[in-house]
């Protein structure tokens, strides 16, 4: 058997065996867990002493760049943990869902880091705002590393993407980890942490593993370091009421166990097809994982008139599901992650019975196949029914962390919803339905209750993740027992991550904290064009005013001859007057047209291509004979790594402000430049 080992300020920690951990197959040991103690106070400050600096000597742009070179570390390296990942019960499509989705996730962090973040230290929260008459004061936001640590406590239903997911805003945001895996299943997480060590991209001191208890660890920490925590509800209430976290008021977040539902609407009837799609729902959230997902489906709400139709095909669809040792083919379900967790759930099934109807379960043939299968943490897909679910307070209240659900009837869209209300608070909902009226009315309400909501249809059905995927891109977390909390969300993670600060004082200064230039700061106007200048050369606040163009009537003409644009306020004298301009005006895209003009330098040059453009607005019309001039502000700098075979650039957005004879503004935008670098 292998001695796991804590990974505490840069070396493997542990060589007295401990506790030994089994095979949820066959109850084989797999690991031995250490006996030796963690010294966290040596913990917290090498997490503070060696990871901070170490971190923060990158900016969030290298940041990423890692990130995306070690999820594909990862994925070379995968099939070490697919072979480890069997012990825990889980099937190859399981494994898929925790292991591949871990890598996943990194790569999408990696590329919203990349594309979303700027270089430095420093996000600006924008718009600076002004505060003062004359825009000699102004105030903005900014978001910055706390310098402190965070401690990730995971459950065990998932030992690589449960890690993942957080290190990987952690890590963005410039914050060293100290994770702490579930004890059962932490062999696993333990793999991948020596696989992320020996890939040589993590700064020293970004990651420490702790195997066994926390010890005094909270108590360790300060108001600058944060604590997230995945698990029960109850742990999760203990762990936020610990005294230092509240006299500090460190961040904690927690992402909690809960009876997730899955409502059937009433417009949908047993011929059609999003009643199949129920019912493949339903079952597969019931068997990945052996239900083991903070977000399967624990309450199926059903209309009354479908019950027996849609229990008949439930029936035979889990009547056809193999259940046993992973590794023999056919086998769509594992086991439990341990024997612990066997009992646990087997006892809360019996709790939930009382009352209510088994509709299948053990009862109904369940035989493990494979050798040695007697010794696992097998338990039967368990489907339960509560017929009168309004007045019943258990099935709302208690839930078999396993493959376990419950039916429960309604008779109206509003009782509907009222039961799923019931969960006090849930990370996810699915509503099946073929009718977007019923979807308009169900989901604001469900909302309320729900931290994801999942609309099922024919339509979607074909590349819908499912119920119970947490995507990277969008938040996970729920309100009330969910724990209220809130993890992934793409860049919305790592500004959870960030210390969020408002800072006052002049356009000037506000540019030179945040790295942007600020409308009103001072700018350098030089002899040199701002677009003839490399990437290295250009400076913050470098700026063009341009030459001025007065607008004829032949340029609308014209301009309306290319585009095709003949709207009355560019072409009816008489319409145009009725209007609230009062006068034909120019094509707001002839106005940006015209702009571009003024400032483009056309000659071969540094500024390699025009990629986009942002926060346009037109603010006042231009008229015939009106006079226009833009100034062209760079307003910020992005260093992009070098790719293999591209050339070295940057990107670069440019502050737009077009105004007219009156000195008054009549568009404002930014615009994005690819711009080479000398090399």
Partial sequence: MQQLQSFIAGRWLGHTPAQTLASAINGRGVALTHAEAIDFAEATYHARSVGVPALLALDFQARAARLKKLAAYLVEHKEELYALSAHTGATRADSWVDIEGGTGTLFAYASAGANELPSGNVLHEGPALQLGKTGRFAGTHILVPRGGLVVHINAFNFPVWGLLEKFAPSFLAGLPCIAKPATATSYLTEALVRLMDASGLLPAGSLQLVIGSTGDLLDRLDGQDMVTFTGSADTAAKLKSHGNIIRNGIPFNAEADSLNCAILAPDVGPDDAEFDLYVKELVREMTVKAGQKCTAIRRAIVPRQHLGALAEK?????????????????????????RDQLVDVSERVAQLSVGNEVVFGAGNGFAPIGDGVGDGAFHAPTLLLCRDPLNSSTVHDLEAFGPVSTLMPYDDLDEALALAARGKGSLVGTLVTKSPSIAAKAIPVAARHHGRLHILDAESAPESTGHGSPLPQLKHGGPGRAGGGEELGGIRAVHHMLQRCAVQGSPTMLAAVTGEYVRGAKVNEGEVHPFRKYFEDLQVGDSLLTHRRTVGEADIVA??????????????????????????IAHGYFVLSAAAGLFVSPAPGPVLANYGLETLRFIKPVGIGDTIQARLTCKRKIDKPTKAGVAPQGVVGWDVQVTNQLGELVASYEILTLVAKKG
């Fill in 559 to 584: 301009f309306g001859g290319i585009s095709g644009d003949y709207f009355y306020m560019h072409f009816d004298e008489i319409a145009a007057k009725d209007s609230p301009f009062g006068k034909r």
């Fill in 314 to 338: 439930l029936q035979a669809r889990l009547a056809t599901l193999k259940v046993g040792d992973p590794s023999v083919e056919g086998v769509r379900m594992g086991a439990l992650a341990s």
